[in-house]
């Protein structure tokens, strides 16, 4: 797709009945983004950046991993105050203070950084979380700044479950200034589960997958209902005018600011009808982008290149 510097990932999905996941404390890898710096083919493990966007044992996640960028022969030294040519997400030293791991995989030191959701989202029982009902998911990535030559620590990262925002972290380093240029550009696919591979069969399905530099308008309350009053109507184009190119009072698209983006989605929510705007509806079969079903099978393990 396009290079971006802000991109957001949606999808419907659900999970067979019996999904277990990895039954490990990491995996199984879902969707990757990757960027301008990298070819059509690269393995996303050993990259200049990788985002991640799945879920660990029912809890939502989120993560990044930068191996190319990790400065092999100064592994465990502090180079935040010494170079922009490091990793960012572990091996040789922290910005932002997030957690961080380095280890060890083919004689070459990976490195990574997970954000989690507080709770588990797909849960095993029949309720508002079940794994076997249809939630709407969307991700977000906007690269942090450059200033002076140097990455500045004000990324973003954020994950919405059927409307609901639950994870948010905007102090996040992406890339250093050694990466001025780098842009989300390619989408991957990828469901891997590593060690042994997928302990069962199990299967998830996902629909209306799509790839946007603006928030999408569907799932939870309706972001165009600037008043809160669980309605879209003429009193929040009031709010809108208002705050237009002065403050964020009308900000549906969590970009900071009240624009004519957040005028679009307030058109698109209005219709008259209290609450219309706030269901979350089954998804249509092959809607949109695409609708795919992926299996992962017991004992079969692919090659993570």
């Known amino acids: 797709f396009q290079d ?14 019996n999904w277990e ?17 990298e070819s059509n083919w690269a ?21 990044i991993q930068d191996t190319l960028n990790v400065d092999q022969s100064q592994i465990g030294v502090d180079l935040t105050n010494i170079t922009e040519n490091r990793g960012v997400a572990g091996c040789n030293g922290n910005t932002d203070g997030y957690s961080d791991t380095c280890y060890s995989f083919g004689g070459t030191n990976r490195n ?32 942090n700044s450059i200033a002076q030559g140097k990455g500045v620590p004000d990324g973003v990262l954020r994950m919405w479950y059927d409307g609901d925002l ?20 390619q989408l991957l696919i990828a469901p891997y589960i590593g060690g042994s591979g997928s302990p069962i069969d199990q299967t998830f399905w996902v629909d209306e997958l799509t790839i946007s530099t603006t928030k999408s308008a569907i799932g939870g309350a309706a972001e165009a209902d600037f008043d809160g009053d669980g309605n879209v109507d003429g009193a929040d184009l ?59 099978l017991a004992g079969r393990r692919r090659s993570h290149r």
């Open 238 to 296: 009031t709010i809108w005018e208002g705050a237009y190119g002065l403050s964020n009072a009308a900000d549906a698209d969590d970009d900071g600011d009240s624009d004519g983006a957040d005028f679009l989605m307030w058109q698109r929510q209005f219709d008259g009808n209290p609450g219309a705007a706030s269901s979350i509806p089954e998804p249509a079969s092959g809607a949109f982008f695409v609708l795919a079903a992926i299996s992962l």
């Open 21 to 37: 996941g990895s039954n490990l404390a990491f995996h199984p890898h879902e969707f990757q983004l990757l960027t301008n710096l």
């Open 43 to 63: 393995g996303p493990a050993e990259t200049r950046l990788t985002a991640y966007i799945e879920h660990n044992e029912g809890v939502p996640v989120l993560a």
């Open 112 to 143: 990574g950084k997970i954000w989690r959701a507080e709770q588990i989202y797909f849960s095993d029982d029949p309720g508002p979380t079940y794994k076997n009902d249809w939630h709407f998911i969307e991700a977000q990535f906007a690269l």
């Open 166 to 185: 639950i994870i948010d972290y905007q102090d996040v380093l992406f890339r250093t200034g050694e990466n001025p240029n780098m842009k989300f550009n």
């Open 4 to 17: 971006t510097e802000t991109v957001f990932v949606s999808y419907y999905v659900k999970y067979s009945s």
